[in-house]
């Protein structure tokens, strides 16, 4: 089964400090890998996407890499701020799917002013 | 700017009502989608469509039905609602098609079976 897992499902870290969030997933046979936030009580909001060919995307103080052989990817987030708190997801969308994600559980994480 | 818009945001209903949830998509997106997502879990697939007249099962398709008689409407049918159904409900498109898989959500109907 083609799965995504999320380590650790919670993490907590004082403002400033530069974090990362990892994602795997079981079938090096992706398409595409993307990121998102959700905040609580409200939807995801995608932040980054990475294509198969792809090793990184930035965006701001956000910057999420992918390894297809370890069937691995992280999130990076410099200099974290309180307005950071939020659940990030990983989705994968595997080759020969209708471009469906399949979602890791999530990562809740908490910057503390 | 409307994106991708799910009605209603909250509903309640007793076991054995039916309720029909409402997405409608303003990017002309071909690919649309339904899931749901239990407390503390990841999102699991429930229905999905390529187009306008094409819909197949995901992982949890039991209890639902779908139907895509447009490009833009994707509406989500409970039938006999069951406590088993109390989650949140999301709708998102992409355009699915080349390498541009990004996938846009709406913001969620929180569903309660009593």
Redesign the interface.
């Known amino acids: 089964k083609q799965e995504v897992t999320q380590i650790p499902a919670a993490l907590s870290v004082p403002e400033g400090e530069n974090l990362v969030l990892n994602c795997s997933f079981t079938d090096s046979a992706i398409y595409n890998l993307q990121w998102f936030r959700q905040d609580p009580g409200k939807g995801l909001t995608s932040l980054l996407l990475i294509q198969s060919s792809q090793r990184e995307q930035t965006s701001g103080r956000l910057n999420a890499s992918l390894d297809k052989s370890s069937g691995r990817s992280t999130l990076y987030i410099a200099a974290s701020q309180p307005g950071d708190s939020a659940t990030y997801l990983c989705a994968v969308i595997y080759t020969g799917s209708a471009r469906q994600l399949t979602f890791g559980s999530g990562t809740q994480l908490t910057v503390l002013p | 700017n409307a994106g991708v818009t799910q009605t209603p945001k909250f509903r309640i209903l007793k076991i054995g009502q039916s309720m029909t949830l409402q997405c409608t998509q303003d990017m002309n997106h071909n690919?649309m989608?339904w899931?749901r997502q239990d407390p503390?879990?990841?999102?699991?697939?429930i229905y999905?469509s390529?187009g306008a007249g094409i819909t197949?099962k995901?992982e949890v398709p039991n209890g639902y039905n779908v139907s895509r008689s447009t490009t833009e409407d994707f509406p989500l049918r409970l039938e006999l609602a069951a406590p088993s159904q109390t989650s949140v409900y999301?709708c998102?498109s992409?355009y699915?098609q080349g390498?541009n898989?990004?996938?846009?959500?709406?913001?969620?109907t929180?569903l309660t079976v009593v």
């Open positions: 690919y989608y899931y503390g879990m990841g999102l699991k697939l999905y390529v197949d995901g999301f998102a992409s699915g390498a898989t990004e996938a846009f959500f709406g913001q969620g929180r």
